[in-house]
């Protein structure tokens, strides 16, 4: 399997200027692509239902070319989803931490 790094995820306490607010994920994030490292700070809605793993730790972020194979074997803690359209999303957690795996879909996928 080929993971290829895509963002650090970080959880925060308070919205911070120039979060992109995703209402369906009740979840707001900062562009990880506006900075070097892939940095993405996250603030999570008191209705938010991520598990608090994912609201209360960092997360690395891999992308792949096959999640299903990615996510097989292992404990998944969100299951595959589309945030974002051509995006295919799940989390796991790896020894203790939540890991976020991606695929970027085809047109053909999508």
């Known amino acids: 399997m080929d993971y290829r790094f895509h963002h ?3 959880p925060i306490k308070a919205p911070i200027e120039g979060m992109i607010r995703l209402p369906h994920l009740k979840v707001q994030v900062t562009d990880h692509e506006s900075n070097p490292f892939g940095i993405q700070w ?9 598990p608090k793993i994912v609201q209360e730790l960092p997360h690395a ?10 996510i097989a074997g292992k404990k998944v803690i969100i299951p595959p989803n589309s945030p974002t359209p051509g995006v295919l999303v799940a989390f796991i957690e ?10 970027i879909l085809s047109s053909e996928e999508s």
């Open 42 to 50: 996250m603030y999570f809605e008191d209705d938010s239902t991520y």
């Open 94 to 103: 790896e020894v203790g931490a939540p890991v976020e795996l991606l695929q």
């Open 61 to 70: 972020a891999f992308e792949m070319d096959d999640l299903y194979q990615a």
């Open 8 to 10: 650090l995820g970080i």
